[in-house]
């Protein structure tokens, strides 16, 4: 009897030692899974989404930053998953050499430099607006384009600078040949003008502004809006060919981003707030920025879209390269079709 009563409290201790290892087991697997738990709920969280950066062209002026600068304020660009560093130049031409040695992606150019599209150097992949801010200026002793015969007139090569002299030039029956041109910057021109030491000059806004501002000697000659029925100064964003080769999707998003900077920044009510912007990126006052607010006729992406479509944007383009040809700044060779070197698709993408 007392050997079977040693048997059942063997067994009973047994029993006892194997549910507290369940237990034990049990309590091990809950632990487990919560580990798991927490493993993979870490797992789940989004990660940041680190930005493409892109090195961006512009001349310190409000038609060149108008829409670029709106975009980066408005967070245009960061909805695309791009951050843009601006960088300045002094007109198009350098841009474009810029671009071709690798330093800049995007870039903005205003009419002389499109010649360099046309003979391959860069891609447009936006119209930016119709310009209005060129313009030729006359000194104290010129008051008529006529004038402008046997005096010393600066002028900056291969921009729309020399665009509009041309232009102004062939209006009134001279060639470059009739005057003394003096190649120049654009700040140049101002301090060549107020001392004197120039007979006219063309120029683009703002330099035209200070110039007339300043001295009240000095008279427009013509702009822009002279020779409307005969020409037309476009502003245009750019890449090289061979970068959009590699980055086209990228252009594509640059775009999209800067046709929203420009729906916003061509309504006037916030005229204001863009020259704000440009103020400060330029580092000139306000109303020096405000000033310039009518220099293009801003388009907005509704606008770019029509244009697309009526082919608006491609007569303007063909335009343009029929004025270099006339005008001696492109050779027939370098004549081909506008859709060469305007990237319709690209603009399509960014629209729809």
């Known amino acids: ?30 632990d487990d899974s919560t580990t798991d738990d927490t493993v993979t709920g870490t797992d789940s969280e989004e990660e940041e989404v680190e930005l493409i950066e892109l090195n961006v062209a512009y001349m310190p002026n409000y038609a060149s930053l108008w829409s670029v600068l709106t975009a980066i304020d408005q967070g245009y660009f960061e909805e695309e998953g791009l951050e843009v560093n601006l960088i300045e130049f002094a007109d198009g031409p350098t841009i474009i050499a810029a671009m071709e040695g690798g330093s800049v992606d995007f870039g903005y150019i205003g009419q002389g430099a499109h ?91 703002p ?46 998003k640059f775009v999209r981003a800067l046709l929203k900077g420009m729906t916003y920044g061509a309504d006037e009510a916030n005229y204001e707030y863009v020259s704000n912007l440009v103020a400060t990126q330029c580092a000139v006052d306000y109303e020096t920025a405000y000033e310039q607010r009518g220099d293009g006729e801003w388009y907005t992406a509704d606008m770019i879209s029509e244009a697309i479509s009526d082919g608006t944007m491609e007569a303007y383009y063909q335009l343009q390269q029929d004025n270099f040809l006339s005008a001696g700044s492109i050779e027939e060779s370098d004549v081909c079709d506008v859709s060469t070197y305007v990237a319709y698709d690209i603009m399509t993408e960014a629209l729809s």
Not at 216 to 234: A, R
């Open 1 to 30: 009897m007392k050997r079977i009563n040693k048997l059942l409290s063997l067994l009973l201790a047994v029993l006892m030692l194997a549910t507290l290892f369940t237990a034990c087991g049990d309590t091990a697997v809950d």
């Open 207 to 252: 330099a035209s502004l200070t110039i007339l501002e300043e001295d009240e000697t000095c008279t427009l000659l013509c702009d822009n809006s002279t020779f409307s029925d005969t020409t037309v100064s476009i502003a245009s964003w750019i890449a090289t060919p061979e970068y959009l080769e590699e980055n086209e999707e990228v252009a594509v």
């Open 115 to 205: 010649k360099l599209c046309v003979q391959g150097n860069a891609t447009i992949i936006l119209m930016s607006h119709i310009g209005n801010a060129d313009a030729v200026i006359g000194g104290a002793n010129v008051t008529s384009l006529e004038d402008l015969a046997g005096k010393t007139v600066a002028y900056s090569s291969g921009t729309s600078s020399e665009t509009i002299l041309l232009s102004a030039l062939s209006s009134v029956g001279l060639t470059m040949d009739d005057i003394t041109a003096m190649d120049m910057d654009s700040t140049s021109m101002v301090t060549a003008m107020l001392s004197g030491s120039v007979d006219a000059c063309a120029v683009w806004s």
